[in-house]
Every structure is written in C-alpha cells, then in structure tokens.
C-alpha cells in the first residue's frame, strides 16, 4: 500500500475533506471571513477620518429616508433626531460588519467569478438599505414607544441582521448562481 492509497495518511485526509463542499464551504468562508474582518478591524484603527464619513453618511440616508414621511427629523453629523428622539450613529451601526460576513459567504460560495462581482456590491447595497430601515425603525420605536427601544435595538434588530444576511445570500444565490 503506497501512503497516497492510504487512508491514515493525513494529506489523504486533507485532500479527502476538502472535496467535500459540505466542509469545504465553511473552512473557506471562516477563512475570508478571518481575513476580511482584520482588515476591517485595521481600518477602523487606520482611518478614523474615512469612518467618521461613513458614520455621517449613513445618518444623512437615514434622514432623508424619513423625511419622506415626516418633516420632524433633523440631522448632524452622525446624529439623527425625530421629533425630539435622538440616535447616534457609530461604525457598529452602518452595517460593515454584517456586508463583511455576506460577503466571505459569497467569495467561499461554489459560484462563477461574475456571479460574485454581481453578488457582492448588489448584496452590500441590500444589506445597507436594509439597516437604514432597521435605524429608521429604531427611531420610530425611540420614540413613540420608548420602554421598548432597548429589546428592537439589542435583541430583535440583531436576530432579524442575521435572517437578513441568510436572506440576501440566498436571493443572490437563486438570481444569479442557479439559473
């Protein structure tokens, strides 16, 4: 028996696991996803100015999101107020985070390369309309129904990011990988 035939060999094993896509898909995604958030954590150390901007640049949509339907929203700087109520936007807020994730889901994903150059920007667009709808909603909530701004903001809006990540993964994996 020759060590390629076997089967304790342990590149055999290797090799053997990593034709699996059952496996192979999560060691991938755990693996862009450990790239990609130090390089997200670098930056938020590296460029507090460029993150600042995109604090206040999520806070202007959020506004004229609700300006659409109330003329009793201001906005400055990264600060967001309805009628009174007022939310500051921070980096944890705008939703990198949750885009980083999708986006080592699709870059591990079995698909082609332009299924993934669509995918990625599309998603992230996705993902970030969707999280100025959750602040949007947050402000509602804050306030007309202050007692229970707490469980929307650290309970029910952190279960329903990951159902929307799951979500947007499987759109784009239905429009523009199964075919």
Not at 18 to 38: E, T
Not at 114 to 133: D, E, H, T
Not at 153 to 164: D, G, K, N, R, S
């Amino acid at each position: 028996m020759t060590a390629a035939q076997n089967p304790i060999d342990p590149s055999n094993r290797l090799r053997r696991i990593w034709a699996n896509p059952q496996l192979r898909y999560p060691i991938l995604m755990l693996v862009y996803l450990l790239i990609g958030g130090s390089l997200f954590s670098a930056a938020l150390t590296a460029y507090p100015g460029p993150i600042e901007t995109i604090d206040r640049w999520t806070a202007i949509v959020v506004h004229q999101f609700i300006s659409l339907f109330t003329p009793l929203t201001t906005q400055r700087h990264a600060l967001v107020t309805l009628d009174g109520f007022a939310v500051s936007i921070i980096i944890e807020c705008v939703g990198l985070l949750e885009m980083v994730i999708y986006s080592a889901c699709v870059l591990a994903f079995p698909a082609p390369i332009r299924a993934k150059a669509w995918g990625i920007p599309l998603g992230c667009f996705a993902i970030f309309s969707f999280n100025v709808l959750r602040i949007a909603t947050l402000l509602v909530v804050g306030r007309h129904w202050k007692e229970y701004f707490d469980f929307f903001h650290i309970y029910f809006w952190q279960a329903t990011l990951i159902v929307m990540i799951v979500s947007v993964l499987y759109g784009w994996i239905k429009l523009f990988v199964h075919r």
